[in-house]
C-alpha cells in the first residue's frame, strides 16, 4: 500500500502530537505515525492501586505555560506537590532534617553552597538558547564535564555530593557523563539550578489529578483518524521531492516529515540517502538518562503524622561498595490522600547497579532505606511498584538524552537543522525546559511552523 499526506510526523509522543495537532489546525494534510499501542511516549498514566499515576513525567511548574494552556483546554485539574513538612538529608551516611529548600549544614558549607548557585546562576547567563555553542568560552566549557566544572567552582566535598545528586537526579546520569556546557544550557532552558530541583516555584510545583499522561490521550483524541498507531517507521527515502516512509504495514508518502523521536530512536530507522555524517554523529553522541520510578504505596501517610514531607536527597556515602537504590523520595500521595505513596527515583550509577539485582533483593534494600528514613511503619507498604525506562524499547532510557563533552561545540549546531525535507522535533531540540514536558511541546510547534513556512 501508498498512502500519504503533504505531512507525515514520526513518533506521538507530546512533541509529535503537538506538530500535528498545529499542522491540522491549519487544514494541512497530516497523519502522525507512532511505534507503540499507546501515544505519550515518554509520558504514560497508569491506574496503580485505584488511582492514576504517572510512570512517566509528572510535574509541571507555573512556568509551563503550554502544559498549563493544554491541561485548561481539557478540563484537568493540577494540584500542589506536597511538601509541608522536615525534609531528610542522607549525606554520608549519616541523617539530618530541615524544614526549608536549603538542607541544614555547616556555615562553611552554606557559604559554599550560596557561592555554586552564583557562580551557576552567572554562568547559565551566558549561554544563548538557540544556540549554545556560540557561549563566550564555548569550547574550554564543552571540553569539561559537569565534574570537572564543580572541581573549577571549587566546591567543598559536602556540596559537592549535593550537586552530585541534583545532576544524577534531574539527568538520570552522573556528572562525569555531561558536557558542562550542555549544563549550563540546559540550566538557562530551565530558569536556573533553583528552579530545576525545588518543588516550591520549581520544575516538581505541580501534578496533574488524572495523569500528566492524560494529556497525550486527550491530543490523540482530538486528532482521531490523523494518528496511526502500532506502526514503526523503519526505514526513510528522502529526495528534495518528497519522502517515503517504510513502515510494518507498507509504505507512506508526503512532501514533507516531522522526526519528533529521541535522538536514539531517530538514529534507528534507516535512512536513504544516508544522513549527512554530522547529523549522524549528534544523533548518535546524545547518551539517554537511565531512571526508573519506584512507586512505594502504604495504609496512611504514616509519615505526614510523623512531621515529615516525605522528600529525602540521599548521596552515595564515600567509599560505600553498594550504593542505596533510592537517590530522591518524595511524597506522590493522590491529591485527597487517599492513596498514600512514596515515589522514589533510582536513577544513575546506583540506579544501573540495583537495576541488574535480583528483584527480591533490590525491593528489600529499598524498603530498609525507607525504614531508615521514616522508621519501622514504612516497612510494611500494601505494594511496591517499579517502573525502569531502561526497558522500554522505544525510549531507551529516560528522562532525557543529554550531551556528553564535545558534542555540542562539534555537532550542536545542526540540531534543529532540516535535512532536505526531514525536519526534527522531541524535547532534546528544544530552547525552553530542554528535556521536559514542555520543551516537547515547544519543539512541535517549532517543527510545525518551520513545515507550514514551506507548504
Ligand atoms: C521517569 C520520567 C520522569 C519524567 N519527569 C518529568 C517531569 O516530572 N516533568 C516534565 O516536564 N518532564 C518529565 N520527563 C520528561 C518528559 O516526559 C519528556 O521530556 C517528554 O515526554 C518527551 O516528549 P517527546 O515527544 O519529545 O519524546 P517521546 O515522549 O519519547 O516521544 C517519541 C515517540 O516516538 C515514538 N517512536 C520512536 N521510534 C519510532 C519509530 N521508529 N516510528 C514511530 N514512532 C516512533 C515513541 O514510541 C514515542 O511515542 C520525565 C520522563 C520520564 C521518563
Redesign the pocket.
Known sequence: MTAGADVIV???????LMAARMLRDKGVDVIA????DR?????RVDTLQGAPFD??????SSR?HR?RDLCEEFGLQTFPTHHAGKKVLDLDGRLSTHRHAIPSLSYWSLWVLSRTLAKSERLRRTVPLDAPWETPDAARLDGLSVADLSRDFGLSRTVQELFDVAVRTVFGAEPTEISALYFAFYLNSSGGLRRLIEIKDG??ERRVTAG?GEIAKRLAADLGSCLVTD????RIAHRESGVLFGTSHGTMSARLAIL???PK?AL??EYEPELPPGKRALLDGFRMGS?A?VFVFYAECFWRDAGYSGEVTCAIPRGATTPPPLTWVVDNSTSDAKVPCLLGFRVGAPGRHWRSRPEAERRAAIIAQLVRYFGPKAASPIAIVEHD?DDDE??AG???AAMPPGLMTQHGRLLRDAVGPLHW????TAED?C??????LE??ERAASEVLALL
Do not use: D, N, Y
Request: proline fraction near 5%; hydrophobic fraction near 45%; include cysteine.
Open positions: 514520526v513518533g506521538a509522543g507530546l512533541a509529535g505515525l507512532e511505534a507503540r501515544v505519550g511516549g515518554r509520558t510512570l512517566g513525567g509528572q510535574w509541571i509551563h502544559m520544575a516538581q500528566a506502526t514503526p517507521v523503519r519528533a523521536l529521541p530512536q534507528a530507522i531512571t520510578k525506562w522505544w525510549a529516560c528522562p532525557v522535533a522531541g524535547t532534546e525546559f528535556g521536559f514536558m514542555e520543551g516537547a519543539s512541535g
